[in-house]
Every structure is written in C-alpha cells, then in structure tokens.
C-alpha cells in the first residue's frame, strides 16, 4: 500500500483547523491528528507532547472530565494543576460513547484520525468497537497506542494500572528510601511519565514506517514493561549479574562519592564519576592526599571504603556553604549541586537559560524540553475546559449532538463517567 494513506478524505474533512478557522498549527507535526481517548497522565502527557510539536489534539473526556480535573489541591482559578500540566494544545469534546449519537461523533473521530490514544482497560473500548480491529478495519493508516498498566495479557489486563502500584510491584519501592526504613516511592508518578514517552516514541516511530507502506498500527505500551526498562542498572543488576538490588538512601551502589554531603548550612551532592574528578575535588577541599590514598585511588577502592571517606570529605565540605562549594567545585570540573525546592529549581533552570516557564493561551505552563533549530513547539491553546470545543468539533464530525434528557421526577444521582474503565 503506497502514496498517501487517506485517499478520498480532504485535509479539511480530517482537520479541525482547516474547518474553523483557527490558526494552523506549526512544528514536526503539523496536519496530524491525534484522537486522544486517554485521561489521567501517562496518556495525556504523550499526546501532550505531540500537540506541542503541531498535531491537532481532540481530547474526548466522558460526561465526568478527567479524572485529574478534580485532583485537588493545588489549583489555579478553581482548575486543578495537575490536570493543567498535561493537556495544553488540546481541543475538548465531552462524549457519553452509551449514547448513540455520541458513539457515531467517536466513529467519525477514529475514521478520520492519524494516531488514536486510549488507556481503557485492555479490550475496554471492544464493546463501543472502538478497538483496533474495529477502528482500523475502517481507517487501516492509523497509529492505534494503547496503554495500560500490566499489558494486554490475561493475567495483567485485568489488573488496574495506577503508577504507585507499578512503583511498588515493580520493585522501584524496594529501593527507595533509607536503608533502615520503609520503602518510599519517587515523588512524581514516574513510570506514567516513562510509559507517556514510550508512547510518543511508539506512535513517532509507527508514524515513520507508515510513510514507506502507507499502513499503521497497534502499539502497546504498558506501566510494568516501562518500569522495567527505566530501572536500567537496577533490573540489570539482578538479570545480568543475579544480585537483588536494595535500600542505599541516596548512595550510588557502584560509585562513591555520588550521593548529598553535608555543607555548614545544608547539603550538597557531589557526584565525583571518575578517578579524575575525585582527583580534583580532593585538590578543591584542601585535601589531595586522598587521591593518592590507596584506599580511594581507584572507584571500586572508594566505593569498598566508602565509609572511611566520607567522614573525611565532611570534615572540609561543613567549612563553607553549599553555593560557595557549588562555585568552587564546579569551577574546576567537579559535577555537584544544592538540594533545591521546586521553586528554586524553576529559578536555576531560568538562571541557566532554559527558560523554564511559556504561556499557553494566556496560562503559565513548563516549555516542553525539546530544542528544535527550525520547527520549535508551539504553545497555541490552554488546557481546555470540559467540553469547551465540543460544538465546533460535533459541527466539523457532521454529527448531532444527543438529545437532552427528560427532565427527572427528583434528583438523579450522577451518572458513572464514559470512561470508567480507564485505569
């Protein structure tokens, strides 16, 4: 299957933009469109990604919202801020996929979409035919990424996917922490945020085949197989080398010093890499015999005789204060850096020129962290309200909005959201 994927389907039948009037979006990705069926974060953060490099992002939320949306606090003018840092540059459409004319509205969606997202529960979207069977039996060029939290197997499907889980089952709890407390997990869900980019690579990469063969196809992405691969050396200790990792606190278990050190006023990490660095940063503190020293000449020296070194490298480090180490070590090669908080931390990115902060339709939002030379993202539109964009995008479908219910008699309690299998 060669040439263009979409054959007998204008740009403007396929592309909101193109039918509203809006401004066309510019980047690596512009004239995709993305259909994102997914909530909460490791979806949401892909598809995030990929409006800010141009695609047309058309979030469907069931008749409840995100699940994130009432995830509070923090907040910013009522909205909560989790939900705010993972869905700018999206259009939002509200669709109850147990109503028929909303069902048809996601039909039409699929059909015309170049990249279909969804974190349902595995075969989830089956019973609406909204899977991939379904979905590219009618548009056979899309890019189908489902993420789910143990896979698509028997055993894992049935297995809801939240990230705290993952990092308890996964063994990145284990260790965590200090060694003689209890696990900890990591302050941000960061296996929803490894599963995203997978994602985004997935969908990219099922993008860059289907230029050659004018075909997509279905990609799976799960927060266990992500855990896995992000432990790196610690999944690889035990696979490679049959060791169990555990509990060190902030020491490395293979290099030292690589961990916080105590200043006169807090602490500092220091991560000496090399038998050179440590060469330097004994010079730096005023104690180079250390470097000569045979039990810290080599880093599996150091890393054995951790124990006798630290106390040594203390004694100088609480002479002065973190940033006036930070200055002097840095100066001379040695990596090292003071415990922020996250507002320092926003500070120092700015202080660097990173430029940390970009406004997305008037809202403060974290600049996506990639440089491009021609074709930089774009911050076109803020994270959208419940439905803001569902009259247009319904409009654009050529679909009807369903009709309003009967009043009830008394109160009704809330109905279950759409997408309540999601994990």
């Given at each position: 299957?060669?040439?263009?994927?979409?054959?007998?389907?204008?740009?403007?039948?396929?592309?909101?933009?193109?039918?509203?009037?809006?401004?066309?979006?510019?980047?690596?990705?512009?004239?995709?469109?993305?259909?994102?069926?997914?909530?909460?974060?490791?979806?949401?953060?892909?598809?995030?990604?990929?409006?800010?490099?141009?695609a047309?992002?058309?979030?469907?939320?069931?008749?409840?919202?995100?699940?994130?949306?009432?995830?509070?606090p923090?907040v910013?003018?009522?909205?909560?801020?989790?939900?705010?840092?993972?869905?700018?540059?999206?259009r939002?459409?509200?669709?109850?996929?147990?109503?028929?004319?909303?069902?048809?509205?996601?039909?039409?969606?699929?059909?015309?979409?170049?990249?279909?997202?969804?974190?349902?529960?595995p075969?989830?979207?089956?019973?609406?035919?909204?899977?991939?069977?379904?979905?590219?039996?009618?548009?056979?060029a899309?890019?189908?990424?489902?993420?789910?939290?143990?896979?698509?197997?028997?055993?894992?499907?049935?297995?809801?996917?939240?990230?705290?889980?993952?990092?308890?089952?996964?063994?990145?709890?284990?260790?965590?922490?200090?060694?003689?407390?209890?696990?900890?997990?990591?302050?941000?869900?960061?296996?929803?945020?490894?599963?995203?980019?997978?994602?985004?690579?997935?969908?990219?990469?099922?993008?860059?085949?289907?230029?050659e063969?004018?075909?997509?196809?279905?990609?799976?992405?799960?927060?266990?197989?992500?855990?896995?691969?992000?432990?790196?050396?610690?999944?690889?200790?035990?696979?490679?080398?049959?060791?169990?990792?555990?509990?060190?606190?902030?020491?490395?278990?293979?290099?030292?010093?690589?961990?916080?050190?105590?200043?006169?006023?807090?602490?500092?990490?220091?991560?000496?890499?090399?038998?050179?660095?440590?060469?330097?940063?004994?010079?730096?503190?005023?104690?180079?015999?250390?470097?000569?020293?045979?039990?810290?000449?080599?880093?599996?020296?150091?890393?054995?005789?951790?124990?006798?070194?630290?106390?040594?490298?203390?004694?100088?480090?609480?002479?002065?204060?973190?940033?006036?180490?930070?200055?002097?070590?840095?100066?001379?090669?040695?990596?090292?850096?003071?415990?922020?908080?996250?507002?320092?931390?926003?500070?120092?990115?700015?202080?660097?020129?990173?430029?940390?902060?970009?406004?997305?339709?008037?809202?403060?939002?974290v600049?996506?962290?990639?440089?491009?030379s021609?074709?930089?993202?774009?911050?076109?539109?803020?994270?959208?309200?419940?439905?803001?964009?569902?009259?247009?995008?319904?409009?654009?479908?050529?679909?009807?909005?369903?009709?309003?219910?009967?009043?009830?008699?008394?109160?009704?309690?809330?109905?279950?959201?759409?997408?309540?299998?999601?994990?």
């Amino acid at each position: 299957m060669d040439g263009c994927p979409y054959d007998g389907q204008s740009y403007d039948e396929r592309h909101l933009g193109a039918m509203t009037g809006s401004e066309q979006a510019s980047g690596p990705l512009a004239g995709l469109l993305v259909a994102d069926f997914s909530r909460i974060l490791a979806g949401p953060y892909a598809t995030m990604l990929l409006a800010d490099l141009g695609a047309d992002v058309i979030k469907v939320e069931g008749p409840g919202g995100d699940d994130t949306r009432t995830w509070q606090p923090p907040v910013r003018d009522g909205v909560s801020t989790y939900y705010l840092s993972v869905n700018r540059n999206k259009r939002s459409i509200a669709l109850d996929l147990r109503d028929a004319a909303d069902l048809a509205a996601a039909h039409e969606l699929a059909r015309r979409a170049d990249v279909f997202v969804e974190n349902f529960r595995p075969g989830g979207l089956a019973r609406f035919g909204l899977d991939y069977d379904a979905v590219s039996a009618g548009n056979p060029a899309v890019v189908y990424a489902s993420i789910s939290g143990f896979g698509s197997g028997p055993k894992g499907a049935a297995l809801p996917g939240y990230d705290l889980i993952v990092q308890a089952m996964s063994g990145l709890m284990s260790v965590t922490g200090s060694p003689d407390g209890e696990p900890f997990r990591a302050g941000v869900a960061v296996f929803d945020v490894i599963s995203g980019l997978h994602a985004t690579i997935g969908i990219l990469a099922a993008l860059n085949l289907r230029h050659e063969t004018g075909a997509g196809q279905h990609i799976e992405i799960s927060l266990l197989a992500s855990a896995m691969s992000g432990l790196v050396n610690q999944t690889g200790a035990y696979v490679a080398g049959g060791v169990v990792p555990f509990r060190m606190g902030n020491s490395h278990p293979s290099l030292f010093p690589y961990e916080p050190l105590p200043c006169a006023d807090g602490d500092l990490v220091i991560t000496a890499g090399n038998d050179l660095q440590f060469g330097k940063l004994a010079e730096a503190l005023g104690v180079p015999e250390l470097a000569e020293d045979p039990r810290f000449v080599r880093n599996e020296d150091r890393t054995a005789n951790r124990e006798a070194l630290r106390p040594l490298l203390v004694e100088r480090l609480r002479t002065r204060s973190k940033q006036e180490w930070f200055r002097a070590l840095t100066a001379v090669g040695v990596p090292c850096g003071p415990i922020n908080t996250i507002d320092q931390g926003v500070a120092f990115a700015e202080e660097v020129g990173l430029s940390p902060v970009v406004m997305a339709g008037g809202m403060p939002t974290v600049r996506n962290p990639i440089t491009f030379s021609a074709t930089p993202p774009s911050y076109r539109l803020p994270p959208p309200a419940l439905d803001e964009h569902g009259e247009e995008i319904r409009r654009w479908l050529g679909v009807a909005a369903p009709a309003a219910p009967a009043a009830p008699a008394a109160p009704a309690a809330p109905a279950a959201p759409d997408l309540e299998e999601l994990p």
